[in-house]
């Protein structure tokens, strides 16, 4: 589905990572530990294509999706709005209200985001991989803000993509709380 071999990259004279490799196939959930600045969103980025290696190269062999650290709401869009907005950009013809239902946004719904809580904005990010079927995920650290039902909401998504054929490829600090077919610590 998806594969990088010897992936290196440079930030000023500073090697950031080398020789990175990696094979994500159906049903992988591949996370990537380091501490802060080791390249982990930098290595996601190069997996999604936005930003350029400096040696190596990746292969995509599927459609996937991209959910960054921040979440991508302008302050005066709603959770339903933005969700509106992508599907129609993606020529989605997904349930808006069942995703939101389904992503607890149902009463924040129609709240603009400058008044979300992080929690409900991370949602609102991560219920777009909802919109679209695309078979890899490229997650950057997708629990950040939380709360404990928002954690169990997103970890059954991810066990449901991953039982559907799909993979799942995420940096995370701490406990991820799924299984991972392959940790890589950068």
């Known amino acids: 589905m998806l594969s990088a071999e010897n992936l290196g990259i440079l930030r000023g004279e500073r090697v950031l990572f080398e020789g990175v490799s990696l094979e994500v196939r159906r049903g992988d959930a591949v996370l990537l530990r380091g501490a802060n600045g080791a390249g982990k969103t930098t290595l996601l980025r ?3 294509g936005l930003t350029r290696t400096d040696s190596g190269h990746v292969t995509r062999g599927a ?3 991209w959910i960054g650290h921040r979440e991508g709401l302008k302050p005066h869009e709603t959770p339903r709005a933005h969700l509106a907005l992508w599907a129609k950009a ?3 013809e997904a349930d808006t209200n069942t995703i939101l239902g389904d992503m607890g946004l149902s009463r924040p719904a129609d709240v603009a985001a400058r008044y979300l809580s992080a929690g409900q904005r991370r949602r609102t990010a ?6 679209d079927i695309r ?3 490229l997650l950057d650290e997708p629990f950040t803000a939380l709360d404990a039902e928002g954690r169990e909401r997103v970890l059954a998504m991810v066990h449901k ?3 559907n054929g799909g993979a799942v490829v995420a940096a995370v600090h701490g406990d991820s709380g799924f299984v991972a077919s392959q940790e890589m610590v950068l």
């Open 126 to 131: 991560l219920a777009r991989l909802m919109l």
């Open 46 to 48: 190069i997996l999604a």
């Open 135 to 137: 078979p890899v995920w």
């Open 63 to 65: 459609a996937h999706h």
């Open 90 to 92: 993606w020529g989605a």
């Open 161 to 163: 993509h991953r039982q």
